[in-house]
């Protein structure tokens, strides 16, 4: 069969899709990852190259609106988060927060008509595509909805793949019981105002299958998931983080314990220099303890904290995959790649959730798993960063912990063992 991966345009969204997808080729199915330079990540299109898949450019970023402009920049303290717990009671309103940032965040894939009637790249390009192609299946990123359209129109059986907690169907859910209750005064689903003109452009209808998909892939442990009336199919996320020469420091041991600081993928070029990370303060207290401090800074970073402890490796870029298996714990900001890295090789972890979806979830899971330590990300200071990593790699539960976390992602079915399940639903729901 043809498969059609749609995914928005960052790197930390495309990596969880890989395996599957090699697991698709392997098999014998044809594959695309359809997706387009965005104003986070325009190499994104390189990167599916690199991963030894079929790239199909939706748009450039020239083509596209500014509507990711004031959540992509160097984000500020205060700005509102689309991260929410979505364990939390309803009443919280944090999730209405992150439902009217994706409102505008949504009108990327459909922007307003200028005078000349310009088109819309994404959802347009996406439908002329699969007209053309025919797929089969199309398997799309939660924040990628002209993807379901493209599946309708097309005649292909479609399903969403989720890399994180569904933070999507949960406001969905949500906003579902506001509608039915008098008291909240809400007359429209606020998702209507950019979903609705696309679904008309097509001649389709407002509905869940076109918000959840006809059935959920799910790439997140399972005790993180919110607990959802859908259709569910487990995948273990085995972790993908790019493709990159094995460099030569990486070909013997590490002589004393590795410890590895990530920022991740595209967080780093999100958040800048608020972070609110103490690095160079940090890398001052850890200068005297005998372990191998490998920090990914780019060149921005690294101006900010000068010269470098001897014990401090600064890396633009290494694929956790690469440095992980001899590495004693990772501080990281608690994005979802990171966090399954650190699981796969059975890694104790130190999380300062910087919180855009579900990183405090992320934090606290960890904690409970005994997997590792939360720092507070509103009071990072450098004595209880040091304390904690001391803990992480001394005290021989958090060992333990990250075992148990392993042992937990090893009880979903591998992305080859989903690959016939996958036949049978697309021939079930063409």
Do not use: C
């Amino acid at each position: 069969m043809r498969v059609l991966f749609t995914i928005f345009p960052a790197t930390a969204h495309l990596y969880p899709v890989v395996p599957l997808a090699w697991a698709l080729q392997s098999a014998g199915h044809e594959v695309v990852v359809a997706s387009h330079a965005g104003v986070v990540d325009p190499g994104v299109i390189d990167n599916i190259a690199a991963a030894g898949l079929t790239a199909v450019p939706l748009g450039t970023p020239e083509e596209l609106p500014a509507a990711l402009g004031p959540h992509t920049g160097d984000a500020k303290p205060d700005r509102p988060s689309l991260g929410f717990d979505a364990h939390e009671a309803e009443d919280t309103g944090s999730w209405r927060t992150a439902r009217s940032i994706l409102t505008g965040m949504f009108r990327l894939h459909y922007p307003e008509p200028d005078e000349a009637g310009a088109r819309r790249p994404v959802l347009d390009n996406l439908v002329d595509f699969a007209r053309v192609w025919r797929p089969d299946l199309v398997l799309w990123d939660p924040l990628m909805f002209p993807a379901p359209i493209a599946a309708r129109v097309s005649g292909a059986a479609h399903a969403r793949l989720v890399w994180g907690m569904d933070n999507i169907a949960v406001i969905h859910e949500r906003t579902k019981r506001e509608l039915a209750d008098p008291a909240a005064e809400l007359t429209e689903h606020p998702w209507l105002s950019w979903l609705g003109p696309m679904l008309e452009r097509y001649g389709l209808e407002f509905g869940d299958e076109m918000l959840l998909g006809q059935w959920t892939l799910d790439l997140t442990q399972s005790r993180m998931r919110a607990p959802l009336d859908l259709t569910h199919v487990p995948v273990r996320r085995v972790p993908y983080t790019g493709s990159a020469v094995l460099p030569g420091w990486l070909h013997t041991p590490p002589q004393r314990p590795r410890v590895v600081l990530s920022l991740g993928v595209s967080r780093r070029k999100i958040f800048g220099k608020y972070s609110g990370f103490p690095m160079r303060e940090f890398f001052d207290s850890v200068s005297a303890l005998d372990i191998e401090v490998v920090a990914t800074l780019n060149s921005r970073q690294l101006d900010t904290v000068g010269t470098l402890p001897g014990n401090v490796r600064a890396v633009e870029y290494v694929p956790l995959n690469q440095v992980l298996p001899t590495s004693s714990a990772i501080i990281h900001h608690g994005g979802g790649g990171t966090f399954a890295s650190a699981v796969a090789f059975r890694v104790p972890q130190l999380v300062m959730p910087l919180v855009m979806w579900d990183e405090m979830v992320t934090g606290r899971y960890v904690a409970d798993m005994g997997a590792g330590l939360v720092a507070d990300p509103d009071a990072l200071e450098v004595a209880g960063l040091h304390k904690q990593l001391v803990r992480l790699l001394e005290e021989p539960s958090f060992q333990l912990g990250a075992r148990a976390l392993h042992d937990e992602m090893l009880a979903a079915p591998a992305p080859k063992d989903v690959v016939p399940l996958l036949e049978r639903l697309t021939a079930e729901r063409r």
